[in-house]
């Protein structure tokens, strides 16, 4: 009798820990998939965005207009911030992509550490993207204005004499 009730309790014990584990497992299953759907999204939004500045950079250079682009300084203090946050999103992710390489319950077939590694580097395209397209349009209004074409300036006196005017 008592074998029998002791078989009883583990087949029991058992079970709960077979369910315990299979919905453990089809909830990190979730997890994985659910983070890499968004990675996989977030990588072409960033990535549209990161073309789409390479484009208007391209543009703005090979220009030939005499007006200056965004000269109210607002436009040009977006593109900053906006550069700002996004040097702030890869700080996060390589966070996050380290925290996935250090879970012992990932492996390297689920690719979620791939699929951070990926998407960071489309970050850090937009990144320096967004501060190109800030000089290219530096760059032209200073053209634009003249900037630069003044009187060379070939000693400590001269650059004095400079600032004195300012």
Not at 27 to 51: G, P
Not at 114 to 129: D, G, K, R, S
Request: charged share 30%; net charge negative.
């Amino acid at each position: 009798m008592r074998a029998h009730a002791t078989d009883s309790a583990t087949l029991k014990r058992l079970g709960g820990d077979v369910i315990h584990a299979a919905n453990r497992s089809i909830q990190l299953l979730n997890a994985i998939e659910t983070t890499v759907s968004a990675l996989c999204y977030d990588r072409s939004f960033y990535s549209a965005i990161a073309n789409f500045s390479h484009k208007m950079t391209e543009a703005i250079k090979k220009s030939e207009s005499s007006e200056e682009i965004y000269s109210d300084e607002t436009h040009l203090d977006g593109l900053l911030k906006a550069q700002e946050k996004i040097h702030n999103l890869y700080d996060l992710m390589i966070a996050k992509r380290h925290s996935a390489i250090s879970d012992p319950r990932l492996t390297d077939e689920d690719g979620v550490a791939n699929e951070y590694t990926e998407t960071i580097a489309v970050i850090a395209e937009l990144h320096n993207n967004l501060n190109d397209l800030r000089w290219a349009i530096g760059e032209h209004n200073a053209r634009i204005s003249g900037e630069g074409r003044g009187e060379i300036l070939r000693s400590p006196k001269d650059v004095e004499k400079y600032l004195d005017t300012l």
